[in-house]
T-cell receptor
Framework: DVKVTQSSRYLVKRTGEKVFLECVQDMDHENMFWYRQDPGLGLRLIYFSYDVKMKEKGDIPEGYSVSREKKERFSLILESASTNQTSMYLC???????????FGPGTRLLVL | QKEVEQNSGPLSVPEGAIASLNCTYSDRGSQSFFWYRQYSGKSPELIMFIYSNGDKEDGRFTAQLNKASQYVSLLIRDSQPSDSATYLCAVPGGSARQLTFGSGTQLTVLP
């Protein structure tokens, strides 16, 4: 079974803090994704990565950065958290060249 | 026009009935379509995908694809209260064939 894990299920941070969200997959998948999900807006792609050290912006990259130093790990960084980044963050991975994505459990982030 | 559109619902059906969930997409070149189920507070999980016109069955679930009408649906037979969830339709697109999701249809199966 594909297993995608995320470092925290719930996180509370203050405005202006630097926030790290970690995602790890154990299936040697080349591609990894970060989404955020908000009521009424659905899932929106923030960043994705083809492979180690490779990244591409998604639909809403502003205010976020990513890091992929190892194949199994994809980190999402909020450089200076703001209240409008309060959301559910979902990580996903897939085998390169395929389309089926597998999701982690999600991190619900609250920025005060 | 959104790339993937779904009726947000909520859709309520009695236990044992057939639930029908619908999705339309704008890119006529789309070749594959995915259905995910998401329970409240949880992450999406893949139910099934379909590539070819017609029907694809997996247990109580049937996906139906009509490329001419740019329409894909998910039927759930013998609906159970445990099927109560939000169902997301997704279509690959973009440079990385990343999935574009509809906003989801919330289904409630009443005991």
């Amino acid at each position: 079974d594909v297993k995608v894990t995320q470092s925290s299920r719930y996180l509370v941070k203050r405005t202006g803090e630097k926030v790290f969200l970690e995602c790890v997959q154990d299936m040697d998948h080349e591609n990894m994704f970060w989404y955020r999900q908000d009521p009424g807006l659905g899932l929106r792609l923030i960043y994705f990565s083809y492979d180690v050290k490779m990244k591409e912006k998604g639909d809403i990259p502003e205010g976020y950065s990513v890091s992929r130093e190892k194949k199994e790990r994809f980190s999402l960084i909020l450089e200076s958290a703001s209240t409008n980044q309060t959301s559910m963050y979902l990580c996903a991975s897939r085998v390169g060249g395929t389309e089926t994505q597998y999701f982690g459990p999600g991190t619900r982030l609250l920025v005060l | 026009q959104k790339e993937v559109e779904q009726n947000s619902g909520p859709l309520s059906v009695p236990e044992g009935a057939i639930a029908s969930l619908n999705c339309t997409y704008s890119d006529r070149g789309s070749q594959s379509f995915f259905w995910y189920r998401q329970y409240s507070g949880k992450s999406p999980e893949l139910i099934m995908f379909i590539y070819s016109n017609g029907d694809k069955e997996d247990g109580r679930f049937t996906a139906q694809l009509n490329k001419a009408s740019q329409y894909v649906s998910l039927l759930i037979r013998d609906s159970q209260p445990s099927d109560s969830a939000t169902y997301l339709c997704a279509v690959p697109g973009g440079s990385a064939r990343q999935l574009t999701f509809g906003s989801g249809t919330q289904l409630t199966v009443l005991p």
